[in-house]
């Protein structure tokens, strides 16, 4: 890695662009750095680090020695002549490059997954992450638990692909010194000491081969009280009845692996996952209680989603322990996904870490955690599984885009080009939005009994009612309604097609209709964190004004990360306006203004907010912003979008518009 390196893996080293060490000695400001890296581009707050690194202290103090530490690293930064981390007065953020962090151009390599992005993952890995830091702090300790099981899967699935890649290529120097590395690593990992044995045997010494065996066994009864797996075993055997004579130029088919085992099955068209056991951290691990629990709620929840192909219970909880390798479990269960998690308990407190890994690159793609406490284990359970599911779901989805956006438009499929659509859809421009409707189309050649497509199509044609002003509302919204029933006379038990059909209802001016729609798709599922939103959308306009801001409170708790945030707080606004509360609807407007991709019907809400509560210099800047971006847009514009506006409220924009540079 050029210029300054932050190394995690195998113990904590910090060193400039030079290469010379800078010495960090303070314990807690090395674990500090550390969490913030494996943290970003996320920020992390204040009250967050202090309450897990000073977590036996008073709340003032422990923001007393996190306020020292913060100094230490900006000290030593100065020194150095670069930036450590970033700071206000609310969050703290890392300011190295992610190329100059081991742990993350890791995971970055891997999911590059070429033999060279392998071979430079694989040297990176030097050890468990952060291996000889012990905090005695619970907070911290339980992070670098789930932190380190999912370095460690992550190391596994690269260094299986290596070790495979070097036998098919006949790299057998590579094959030796990479399964020789992974079992530094794990000396227990039977697929690292089959390699051997193979290795071993193409070579001529079956002797070698089999004292392979005899320290892999050793290995596995010192390490897992188990015994080897039954492919070690047939291989074992297979070695000891071949002739002696066989080399590495014959290469017998015996001795390759079986292809049954070890190539990729086909995987469904839709995306796959598979939900592991919940582990229980510094607890029994035979399964069964609250871990089993959760895991299980979240799977019958994914289950309900006509997007995903999810695996059953039977076949997935038989894959328990945080050191199965990824690369392994998802060809075993024929999926792309692989979600899991552990549970750590104390006393009336709980802690939830949760993550999704790409199964055939071992690449965290998600991760989170969640503290609550233990006072209705029920009601306790059912939250966590409502919001894990609702994340799991919208992180599969965002995957999904992005491996449609690296396939070339000619080669894209029904599936991928509909994720492809996507991606441009919530770019929310004309030009994306035409894109979106030209992938879609495109995909129903091959796919033309697709509910999801038409439902796409619908928003198509919604977003050129609502956001485009392209001149032919009402034509839009009737494409938009017509698309929308299509999807659900396709599948009528999928919430997205519910969906569509409810905010093609709202373009039509049919309130009621849309907000039965709309109730049904949440009904069908109950953490379609879009469902709720929409609701919300509606309600906050000419509907329950309450009823929108509950929804808004469900649709962030199940998505608190949504690229439709935006509009989520925008409709907050929009029903604080409803309710005369209009210093709160600029608090709400200024955060929806804030969000990626808030659109200008977004900032529209921010400026006429802001006017009401008689914020004028905010207001005009916000309409300054909006004739930078729309110089013909107009107060009427607004009031055309958001067409069921309680008349009291469509008065107060119109006689403020004009007051702030947008007129009627």
Not at 270 to 285: D, E, K
Not at 338 to 353: E, Q
Request: charged share 25%.
């Amino acid at each position: 890695m050029a210029g300054p390196t932050l190394r995690l893996l195998g113990g904590f080293s910090l060193a400039d662009a030079g290469g010379r060490a800078l010495p960090l000695r303070g314990r807690n400001a090395q674990l500090l750095l550390a969490y913030v890296a494996l943290t970003a581009p996320r920020p992390v707050s204040r009250e967050r680090l202090a309450a897990l690194l000073w977590e036996d202290c008073e709340e003032r103090r422990a923001l007393h020695s996190l306020r020292q530490c913060l100094m230490e690293l900006r000290h030593l930064g100065g020194q150095a002549g670069l930036d450590l981390i970033r700071t206000d007065r609310n969050e703290v953020s890392l300011a190295l490059p992610p190329e100059c962090v081991d742990g993350v151009m890791v995971e970055r390599l891997a999911r590059d997954g070429t033999a060279g992005s392998l071979r430079a993952a694989a040297a990176l890995c030097a050890g468990p992450l952060l291996s000889d830091a012990e905090t005695c702090r619970q907070g911290f300790d339980d992070w670098l638990a789930g932190e380190r099981a999912r370095f460690a899967r992550l190391a596994a699935g690269i260094f299986a692909r290596l070790t495979a890649s070097c036998e098919a290529e006949g790299d057998w120097d590579g094959v030796a010194s990479t399964a020789e590395r992974w079992l530094a690593l794990d000396p227990a990992c039977e697929e690292a000491h089959r390699a051997l044995m193979r290795l071993h045997a193409r070579n001529g010494r079956r002797s070698d081969a089999v004292q392979q065996y005899r320290i892999c066994a050793e290995a596995v009864r010192r390490c897992l009280d188990a015994d080897p797996e039954e492919e070690t075993v047939e291989l074992l055997h297979g070695i000891r009845d071949r002739h002696p004579a066989a080399t590495m130029a014959e290469r017998p088919a015996g001795l390759l692996p079986d292809p049954s085992r070890s190539s990729r099955p086909v995987l469904p068209d839709r995306p796959s996952l598979a939900v592991l056991p919940f582990g229980t951290i510094g607890g029994p691990s035979e399964g069964g209680g609250f871990a089993d629990g959760v895991a299980a709620d979240v799977l019958v929840r994914l289950s309900r989603l006509r997007s995903l192909f999810v695996i059953a219970r039977g076949s997935s909880f038989r894959f328990r322990g945080t050191q199965i390798d990824p690369c392994t479990v998802g060809r075993a269960l024929g999926v792309r996904y692989l979600a899991s998690g552990g549970i750590r308990t104390d006393g009336h407190r709980l802690r939830l870490t949760v993550e999704l890994v790409e199964a055939e690159t071992g690449a965290v793609m998600w991760s989170d955690l969640y503290d609550r406490r233990l006072d209705d284990v029920f009601d306790v359970q059912d939250e966590l599984a409502s919001r894990i599911a609702a994340a799991l779901d919208d992180e599969i989805e965002a995957a999904e885009m992005r491996r449609a956006l690296a396939v070339p438009p000619s080669s894209l499929h029904g599936w991928s080009a509909y994720h492809r659509g996507l991606w441009h859809m919530y770019r929310f421009t004309r030009d994306d939005n035409e894109t979106a409707r030209g992938l879609f189309q495109q995909a129903l050649r091959t796919d033309p009994a697709s509910a999801r497509l038409h439902a796409g199509l619908s928003f198509t044609h919604f977003q050129d009612a609502f956001l485009h002003r392209t001149g032919q509302r009402g034509i839009e919204a009737e494409h938009a309604y017509r698309f929308a029933e299509q999807s659900v006379d396709l599948d009528e038990r999928d919430p997205t097609s519910h969906l569509a059909l409810g905010r093609a209802l709202w373009l039509l001016g049919r309130q009621d209709d849309a907000v039965e729609e709309l109730s049904l798709a949440v009904g069908l599922n109950p953490n379609f964190a879009l469902g709720h939103y929409s609701l919300a959308f509606v309600q906050a306009q000419g509907g329950d004004a309450r009823a929108a801001l509950g929804a808004a409170d469900v649709a962030q708790r199940l998505s608190p990360f949504d690229p439709l945030l935006f509009g989520m707080l925008g409709a907050r606004a929009l029903a604080c306006l409803n309710l005369k509360e209009h210093a709160q609807a600029a608090l709400w407007g200024d955060r929806a203004a804030r969000r990626p991709n808030a659109h200008v019907h977004i900032q529209a809400i921010a400026a006429f907010s802001n006017a009401l509560a008689d914020r004028r210099e905010e207001a005009g800047g916000y309409a300054r912003r909006i004739k930078e971006t729309a110089p013909s847009y107009r107060c009427d514009d607004f009031l055309a979008a958001f067409h069921t506006l309680t008349p009291s409220v469509a008065d107060l924009i119109r006689r403020v518009g004009p007051s702030i540079g947008l007129q009627s």
